[in-house]
Structure formats: structure tokens, C-alpha cells
């Protein structure tokens, strides 16, 4: 019985609570519930199948015999049809024996080379002669194990031209090939296979703790980004609530200051006005004295004329046309201009500390990343000593006879090096092909001595500069005078990743893998620039032009 015509055409289910509507169709009772409810209200109820309409909305109730049905089916278990079993659908291998109708492939033979069903694979598992044959899982690729030139099944694997061929191409094109049977082949290469797993099942491994790392990475970066919005908040909210404070005491003290000259001015005010009041009743006096006729009288009544005192407030007065507070202002504006400076200097390195935040990434562990950071460099012609020779864009050199070179203040007067013209800050990688012996593989400040021969002048010997010299079979490292021997495989191209802000400077030998040479751990003070010396005739070393996700 099959299982589709017991479930609801709604929830694709097997039928529960099943209702059936006017119409004949069956559904689970929340289903058809829910699909009504969730129609426009202004639509008639209708069959999500037939689309018919019921005026009114039918009252649902279940049908009994339809779901004890349901449950004794749900008990004894459906069985599915022969069809959903056996019939080969286009998807499907096919059986090759079925005539008639075509049923699905069980297996198949690479000895016969034909696909079975279960009824015609049973001889294989009955029969010794056909016990021996090698099943496999259905396989539509059955006829690419036949030589399409003699039709014969291919068992033999031709190493020389990397291909399956059949016995007659072993007595023919391929007869003095190198030949191993296929099986041979493929138990050789599924080792290598086995081995391909294990290095990519170990790097899905190492690359799973690197995901949990950097998710590690992201919850830390968000939590003190968190904390420094919380803090740089606070502390702003803290200055001004400073800069309010000192407004207000400002205020104040104008205001307590603005009431002290103003009682002042009015104290000298109302006396100058009792001096005034008093000089007009003398004015008075002295204007009747002058009036009178009688000679004797007004000489009678001269001498009881009170002296006229001198004025003890006017020289007290000094008046400033509009500059009282002034002063003030122009002090609040000083300290204005002050603070906008501080601010303008201080926003600055405030803005460098956040766009300088950065994940301190693990070093890469393959080429493909170490690519990602890949850096073009080219040498500065002003810094080349003038027994090296540039070519190829400025991104080889090679030690010749002395050129014809301008005096430059940045040339290297003695020592056969150069420098690059790009500064390297943050993650850089980048590659020097080399020819020969006694090519040294550096990096230096900018500020590094020229002139002369003195050792502040050579990569590695001093504190300036780290130096990676390349001889016939061996390498050195060099930093302020200390030599490192370093061990390793001698290759033709030497990689250096440099990260800056970690303060991590590494060599590798690049060929099919890289192999670390030496690594340092140290603090740059200064953006670095690449360096390249060369101190014998004939070698030459090359920046290579990379590409990112480039393959060797």
C-alpha cells in the first residue's frame, strides 16, 4: 500500500485527526484549519486541491474509519510499492538483462561489465565461477573500462603514457612501454591517495583550530571594542563634565567679580554725588556772597566762608572704554584655541591607535598563504652601489664592473648592496631568485650609514638591519655583528614574510613546499625596506614578480 495515499497533500505527512470536506479530499484538521485561516477573509473556503468552493465554510469533523485506518497502518507499517523499489528512474542505473520493464542496478560487475539488478546479480553470489567477479556500487561509466580501439576490457595500466589499455594494446603501440597490471596501479595510487587524505584531513584539523582561534580573535575584539566605546565614553563624558565645571567657576567668578566693581562704582558714586550736593550749597553761598550790595556786609561775611578742600575721588577714577571682561573673553578663547590643538593632536593618535588595531594572524603555513600578502618590490637606483648592474624593471641585480652612477646622498658608496623603494609595514611577502653564490637576502631601516666601509654600512652588522646570506650549500644569518648558521635545504628561491607590527621576520626555501630556515622575533621601530647584496661576479638576485595564489 503506498504511503502517499494515507498523507495529507498540506503537511506531506502521514494523516492525522484526518477531516474529510464536501468534496471528497482528506486533510489533517489543523492543516486544512490553518490553510482557511490564513486565506483573505473576503475569499470563499475552497479545496487546496480541486479548488472547489463551499458556501458556507464546512463544519470539520474527523473521519473516524479514515483514522483508525491511519493508526492500524501507522502499526503494522506501510510497505512500499515494487515500483518505488525496483523500477529505474532516470536518475538511476539500469539494469542491462531486463528486458521489459527496467529495474534499478544493485550492483555492478567489472568482469562482465554489466549492470545487475537484485533478481539477475543473484548467479553472482551462486555461482563459484562468478563469485570471483569484483561488485561495486552501480556505475554508468561501465563502458570506459572497454578499449575503444579493440573492444577488449582494459586491465593493464601503461606507466609511459599514464593510461588503462587492454592486452592487444600491450602487443601493440605500447609494447615497450613500462606496464604494471591495473590493479597493481591502483593499490600504488591508492596509497598516495591515502596519504593526500591524511595531509588533507590534518590540515582541516589545524585550519578548524585556526577557525576556533580567530573566532576566539572575534568575540576578543568585540568585547574590547565594547569596553573601549564604554571607556572612551566615560572619559569623554568626564571632560566635559570638567570643561562644564570650569564654565561654571568662570561664570562665578565673573559674576562675584561684576558685583565687586559694581558695589565699588556705586559706593564712589553715591559719594561723588554727597561732594556734588555739597559743592552746589557752597556754589549757593558763595552766588548770594557775590549778590550783596553793601560792601561791609559782604566783607563782614567773607571770613565765615568755609575753605574749599580738594577732591579725594576723581584722581580714583580711571575709566577703560569698553574693556572691562574683555581680558576674560580673550582668555577663555586662548584657552579655546589651546584645546582644539590638543584635540586636533590628540584625535590624531587617537584615529592611528584604532585604524592601527590588528588581528596578529598565525604565519601562513602554506605558499598559497603566504601569496595573500604578496608585496611588489623594485630597487631604488639611487641606492645602488656602482658595481651592481639593474635590469629587468629594476627588480634584478648582478655585481659587473664599476657603472657610471651620479653621486646620490643615499648610494651605497663601498659595500655592493641596494635597497627597494617601497617601505614594508604590516604583512609582507615576497621572493628572491637567486644565482650563484654569496647573495644576501636583507632587510633595513632607511636611515642606515652609506658611505664608507664601515660595518654601520653592511646589511646584518648592525642594529639597523638583518641580513639572510646564501652560499653553495649553507646560509647565515646576520644582526648587529651576530652571525646564526642556519640549516635547510638549499633552493634557488628564498621567501621572506615579514609582519611587521608582530615584529616576526622569517626565510623559507620555496620549491614544491615550504620549508621554514629561520624566524626572529623582535620590534620594529621603523617602516623596513628590502636589501640585496651580491659579492661575487657573476651571481644575481631577482625580486620575483609574484602573483597572488600563484603555483610553482
Not at 561495486?136 to 609511459?160: A, G, Q, W, Y
Not at 641606492?383 to 627588480?395: A, E, I, P
Request: hydrophobic share 30%; with cysteine; glycine share 4%.
Amino acid at each position: 500500500m503506498d504511503s502517499q495515499k494515507f498523507s495529507c497533500s498540506i503537511c506531506l505527512d502521514l494523516l492525522k485527526d484526518p477531516v474529510t470536506i464536501p468534496c471528497g479530499h482528506s486533510y489533517c484538521m489543523s492543516c486544512i484549519k490553518g490553510f482557511w485561516d490564513g486565506e483573505d477573509q473576503r475569499r470563499i473556503p475552497s479545496c487546496p486541491q480541486c479548488r472547489k468552493e463551499f458556501i458556507p465554510r464546512p463544519v470539520l469533523e474527523i473521519d473516524m474509519m479514515l483514522s483508525e485506518l491511519v493508526e492500524d497502518l501507522k502499526k503494522t507499517g506501510l510497505q512500499a510499492t515494487p515500483d518505488d523499489h525496483c523500477n529505474a528512474r532516470p536518475e538511476d542505473v539500469a539494469c542491462d538483462v531486463c528486458k521489459e520493464r527496467k529495474m534499478k542496478a544493485a550492483k555492478s560487475c567489472l568482469v562482465c561489465l554489466i549492470s545487475y539488478c537484485q533478481n539477475h546479480l543473484q548467479p553472482h553470489h551462486d555461482v563459484p565461477g562468478l563469485k570471483k567477479h569484483k561488485l561495486v556500487n552501480p556505475s554508468k561509466n561501465l563502458h570506459e573500462n572497454i578499449c575503444s580501439r579493440h573492444d577488449e576490457v582494459m586491465k593493464i595500466f601503461c606507466r609511459t603514457d599514464q593510461q588503462c589499455i587492454c592486452y592487444l594494446c600491450l602487443m601493440d603501440e605500447h609494447k615497450d612501454h613500462k606496464t604494471v597490471p591495473a590493479v597493481a596501479e591502483r593499490a600504488e595510487k591508492q596509497k598516495e591517495v591515502q596519504v593526500r587524505r591524511q595531509q588533507i584531513q590534518q590540515r582541516i584539523q589545524d585550519q578548524e583550530k585556526d577557525v576556533k582561534l580567530l573566532q576566539q580573535e572575534v568575540e576578543a575584539i568585540n568585547v574590547s571594542a565594547d569596553k573601549a566605546v564604554e571607556d572612551s565614553e566615560k572619559i569623554f563624558t568626564e571632560m566635559i563634565r570638567l570643561i562644564q565645571k570650569r564654565s561654571s567657576d568662570v561664570t562665578q567668578q565673573i559674576r562675584s567679580q561684576q558685583e565687586t566693581e559694581v558695589s565699588r562704582v556705586k559706593e564712589l558714586q553715591e559719594k561723588l554725588e554727597q561732594e556734588i550736593t555739597e559743592l552746589k550749597r557752597k556754589d549757593a553761598e558763595l552766588e548770594q556772597l557775590s549778590d550783596t550790595e553793601d560792601h561791609n556786609q559782604f566783607l563782614l561775611n567773607y571770613p565765615s566762608l568755609s575753605p574749599l578742600s580738594e577732591s579725594t575721588h576723581s584722581s580714583s577714577i580711571n575709566i577703560r572704554p569698553l574693556r572691562y571682561f574683555e581680558d576674560v573673553t580673550a582668555a577663555v578663547s586662548e584657552f579655546r584655541d589651546q584645546l582644539q590643538d590638543i584635540l586636533r593632536d590628540t584625535w590624531t593618535n587617537i584615529s592611528r591607535e584604532v585604524t592601527e588595531v590588528d588581528v596578529l594572524l598565525s604565519e601562513p603555513k602554506t605558499r598559497t598563504g603566504f601569496l595573500k600578502y604578496s608585496q611588489e618590490i623594485t630597487l631604488d637606483p639611487n641606492t645602488v652601489n656602482r658595481d651592481l648592474f639593474l635590469s629587468q624593471g629594476n627588480r634584478e641585480v648582478t655585481l659587473m664592473k664599476q657603472q657610471s652612477c651620479p653621486d646620490h646622498p643615499d648610494r651605497f658608496t663601498h659595500w655592493p648592496q641596494v635597497l627597494s623603494r617601497e617601505s614594508l609595514t604590516g604583512r609582507c611577502y615576497w621572493e628572491v631568485k637567486k644565482k650563484g653564490r654569496g647573495v644576501v637576502v636583507a632587510v633595513s631601516y632607511k636611515n642606515i650609514s652609506r658611505a664608507g666601509q664601515s660595518k654601520e654600512c653592511l646589511f646584518g652588522l648592525n642594529d639597523k638591519s638583518w641580513s639572510f646570506r646564501c652560499d653553495a650549500d649553507s646560509y647565515t644569518f646576520y644582526h648587529n655583528c651576530i652571525e646564526t648558521p642556519v640549516s635547510g635545504p638549499v633552493s634557488s628561491r628564498i621567501g621572506v614574510y615579514l609582519d611587521h607590527r608582530a615584529g616576526i621576520l622569517s626565510f623559507y626555501s620555496v620549491s614544491a613546499t615550504m620549508t621554514l630556515l629561520h624566524r626572529i622575533q623582535t620590534t620594529f621601530t621603523e617602516p623596513l625596506y628590502a636589501g640585496i647584496g651580491v659579492y661575487y661576479v657573476g651571481p644575481s638576485a631577482e625580486f620575483v614578480k609574484l602573483k597572488r595564489l600563484e603555483l610553482i
